[in-house]
């Protein structure tokens, strides 16, 4: 199956499965599940903005970083400038955090509500150039529902 379709399957599958009567750690828990289980990666993730600074959410993966400041890494770089960070290799990203030294790409997609970064999806993989634009439509298409 190629990679749109995977996505379109993911994106049917994440509507029905988010309940608007829950929280957002519970949709989020799912819904990091759902993309693990969909798109495996190395690591899939929600850092929360709780109190001006990124602090880990639901995950699915290693051992994480438990908190990052703004404008701090691809993650705090995400939340500060309001857009989709694609990074194919991470080693090269100036003040990239290594949370984990078997990440080599990532993309970092902000989560709004009412025009603000409630959250980031973080995912990481272990080889490079791993994302591209199909990604970012299809994730910024997938947060828009939380």
């Known amino acids: ?5 995977k996505y379109q ?3 049917s599958l994440a509507k ?3 309940d608007t009567n829950v929280d957002d750690i519970a949709n989020m828990a799912n819904i990091s599940r759902l993309i693990m289980d969909s ?3 190395h690591w899939v ?3 929360r903005v709780v109190h001006n ?5 639901p995950f699915n993966g290693p051992i994480a970083c438990t908190v990052i400041e703004y404008g701090d890494g691809v993650c705090g770089t995400a939340w500060a400038s309001k857009q989709t960070q694609v990074v194919a290799d991470v080693h090269q990203f100036p003040g990239h ?3 984990s030294s078997a990440t080599n790409s990532e993309i970092v997609v902000p989560c709004f509500r009412d ?3 409630f959250a980031v999806l973080d995912i990481d993989s272990d080889s490079f150039n791993s994302f591209d634009k199909i990604d970012s439509k299809y994730l910024e298409e997938l947060v828009s529902y939380l």
């Open 1 to 5: 199956m190629n990679k749109e379709l």
């Open 9 to 11: 399957e993911l994106l």
């Open 16 to 18: 029905a499965l988010i």
């Open 39 to 41: 798109i495996p990666n």
């Open 45 to 47: 993730g929600f850092y």
């Open 53 to 57: 600074s990124l602090v880990l959410g």
């Open 97 to 99: 955090i290594a949370c």
């Open 115 to 117: 025009g603000e970064v």
